[in-house]
T-cell receptor
Framework: QKEVEQDPGPLSVPEGAIVSLNCTYSNSAFQYFMWYRQYSRKGPELLMYTYSSGNKEDGRFTAQVDKSSKYISLFIRDSQPSDSATYLCAMSDGQNFVFGPGTRLSVLP | DGGITQSPKYLFRKEGQNVTLSCEQNLNHDAMYWYRQDPGQGLRLIYYSQIVNDFQKGDIAEGYSVSREKKESFPLTVTSAQKNPTAFYLC???????????FGSGTRLTVV
């Protein structure tokens, strides 16, 4: 079993849809959870950062962490074509840092 | 503005050549990392350095070498021993692991 699993997609949605991106993980020591957005031929940029369980909202983006299920999610509301990118989850236990493989998202106008 | 600068953006290598990719950061981060990204694949760790004059191999270090003589700089050399070097290379840095990484804009290396 891989340490972090993420559906690679591609995921195609119409503009305005709510998008749900997910990762599962196996290491219960992870406490710091992140989502990165990577546009084609660019470096990943930090989108959302969450410590431990709970929700965090920033504009159209909501990050959720369920440590009991070892499951994290990123929701994008009112998705826009400019949201088309690869989304990578990442997590850390304070020493080790692991990325998911990424989900490619296309938002169609 | 603080950030990470990778150069060049595009690099072409002939068979049997060594090439060096530059990575400079002005974020005052202690740790720096090199990742390789192939189409449709995730990030694979090549080397990392948590302090000046010290570095560790990642998951795919064979055919690569690094140095960390200054806190700000972490160049990556792709040697002729790397049989399949065509890829997108990303440099990153972090203050502390739990705060996440800051990435550069990447170097696309192509063997010609």
């Amino acid at each position: 079993q891989k340490e972090v699993e993420q559906d690679p997609g591609p995921l195609s949605v119409p503009e305005g849809a709510i998008v749900s991106l997910n990762c599962t993980y196996s290491n219960s020591a992870f406490q710091y959870f992140m989502w990165y957005r990577q546009y084609s031929r660019k470096g990943p940029e930090l989108l959302m950062y969450t410590y431990s369980s709970g929700n965090k909202e920033d504009g159209r983006f909501t990050a959720q962490v369920d440590k009991s299920s070892k499951y994290i999610s990123l929701f994008i509301r009112d998705s826009q074509p400019s949201d088309s990118a690869t989304y990578l989850c990442a997590m850390s236990d304070g020493q080790n840092f692991v990325f998911g493989p990424g989900t490619r998202l296309s938002v169609l106008p | 503005d603080g950030g990470i600068t990778q150069s060049p953006k595009y690099l072409f290598r002939k068979e049997g050549q060594n090439v060096t990719l530059s990575c400079e950061q002005n974020l005052n981060h202690d740790a720096m990392y090199w990742y390789r990204q192939d189409p449709g694949q995730g990030l694979r760790l090549i080397y990392y350095s948590q302090i000046v004059n010290d570095f560790q191999k990642g998951d795919i270090a064979e055919g690569y070498s690094v140095s960390r003589e200054k806190k700000e700089s972490f160049p990556l050399t792709v040697t002729s021993a790397q049989k399949n070097p065509t890829a997108f290379y990303l440099c990153a840095s972090s203050r502390m692991t739990q705060y996440g990484y800051t990435f550069g804009s990447g170097t696309r290396l192509t063997v010609v």
